[in-house]
């Protein structure tokens, strides 16, 4: 993949996240802010799932950090995101100047989109717009909120690392 396949890449999953977020901010929800689905007035509306109902759809908004730490400072989350969006953002720049390591780049491309999204929201809505819940057999797991660019951050972590502590040719 070029360059350019990974910044388009990182723009992908900003916009796409903010579509997703903007969709469900729009959104009607139950009391315990699951999403409903449509239906014509007057009807009763489900709560929308996938997967046969093993993922929920939510409404959440997460003022802090993962798991909400942090959400009593805000601005200090704020102000880190920032600061760590930026310095995988250097990285990011840096890796498109070198030759091979792609799971390096992919990594870092799937990390940064993810980080700006949330570190868009952070600034712009003060706070991060989180829709999906898993329900599985780990309850712990079920109480859990999250996002597409969470799982962009994660995934691209991991990518990151091991494209750092191999050679890739």
Known sequence: MGMAGYVLG??????GDLWIKDRIEGSDTDKSGNVLGRGREGD????????????RIRKYHNEGAMLNLG????????????????????????SLGQRGNRLLRAGLALL???AFSNTYDRLKRRYVVDYLTFQVGWKPLGRV???????????GAMLAV???????G
């Open 10 to 15: 990182v723009i992908g999953i900003f916009l």
């Open 71 to 94: 959400q009593r400072r805000r601005k200090a989350v704020a102000a880190l995101s920032v600061a760590l969006t930026g310095a995988v953002g250097g990285m990011f720049l840096c």
């Open 44 to 55: 009763c509306r489900k709560p929308m799932t996938l997967a046969g109902g093993r993922v």
């Open 112 to 114: 940064l989109g993810g």
């Open 145 to 155: 909120v999250f996002n597409l660019s969470d799982f962009a951050i994660m995934i």
């Open 162 to 168: 091991l494209g750092a502590s191999r050679d890739e």
